[in-house]
């Protein structure tokens, strides 16, 4: 949408458009209506810097393939996130050109990621997980950190309960710009990461876990009570909004 925008305002300086005529552009075209209820906001990666994402979960057949067809037909990526199998078997069905990623649940048309072991071990976002049960939330931010242009790395199963398993990684670690943490159970790793780092901590809790992790709530609450300074914490199963938030800190830095 920004190259459209761009597009515009040449217009205006090489006088084939009056500014009027491309502030009407601009103001009736924010949001681009589809059948079945959805509408999409093209105008959001010309303010933010990143396309809308679609998140399947809720969604019909129907809605999703509309919000898939309307991002691409301006020539956009499309990332569409927590989708179910059947729903990806849709969506390979209408967009064969597409990629699912089935432990990431994430379907993703138009653009390539690299979501498969051997995983980058060193990268400006690294991305570590408390157990090998956490992985399929850490490659959801995986691929969402590819997708918007970052260049990530993931360490897994290093958590608390074996801690020095983590000692190799430590300069790795130090090395990246950010760290995304990905822990359920009672989510200790963040706190200890940002005891012993000089990165922001983005923790994202799990709802990995026994009864008493009541499905994150503990992870939750954990993190946001840390006693040590420095982590910032998404919501549960959230590893898409842990990368988007990488990237937006890193795009500003």
């Keep these: 949408m920004s190259d459209n925008i761009d597009d515009i305002l040449k217009q205006v300086a090489e006088g084939k458009k009056t500014p009027q005529e491309a502030r009407e552009i601009l103001q009736l075209a924010p949001y681009l209506e589809m059948d079945s209820g959805v509408s999409l906001d093209i105008h959001r ?14 969604k019909t057949d129907e809605q999703l393939y509309n919000a898939v067809l309307g991002i691409n037909s301006f020539d956009s990526p499309v990332l569409v996130t927590k989708v179910e199998n059947r729903q990806a078997e849709y969506l ?8 699912y990623w089935s432990q990431a649940e994430l379907f993703v048309l138009g653009k390539e990621l690299t979501l498969a072991p051997p995983w980058n071990r060193e990268g400006e976002v690294s991305i570590v997980t408390a157990g090998a049960s956490d992985i399929s939330i850490a490659l959801e931010a995986l691929g969402t950190s590819q997708f918007i242009g970052l260049d990530p790395a993931l360490i897994t199963d290093v958590g608390v309960a074996g801690l020095h398993r983590i000692t190799p990684y430590l ?52 993190m946001l ?29």
């Design 225 to 253: 009570s840390s006693c040590a300074p420095g982590v910032s914490v998404v919501n549960i199963d959230n590893g898409f909004g842990a990368a988007v938030a990488a990237g937006k800190i890193l795009n500003n830095d």
């Design 171 to 222: 300069q790795n670690l130090k090395n990246s710009r950010i760290i995304i943490v990905v822990a359920g159970m009672e989510g200790a790793l963040p706190s200890v990461l940002s005891g012993l780092l000089d990165k922001p901590i983005l923790a994202v809790p799990t709802s990995v876990g026994y009864g008493a992790s009541f499905n994150g709530l503990t992870a939750l609450l954990g």
């Design 45 to 58: 990666k010309f303010r933010t810097g990143q396309m809308e994402v679609v998140l399947a979960r809720g």
């Design 92 to 99: 390979q069905e209408h967009f064969p050109e597409g990629v």
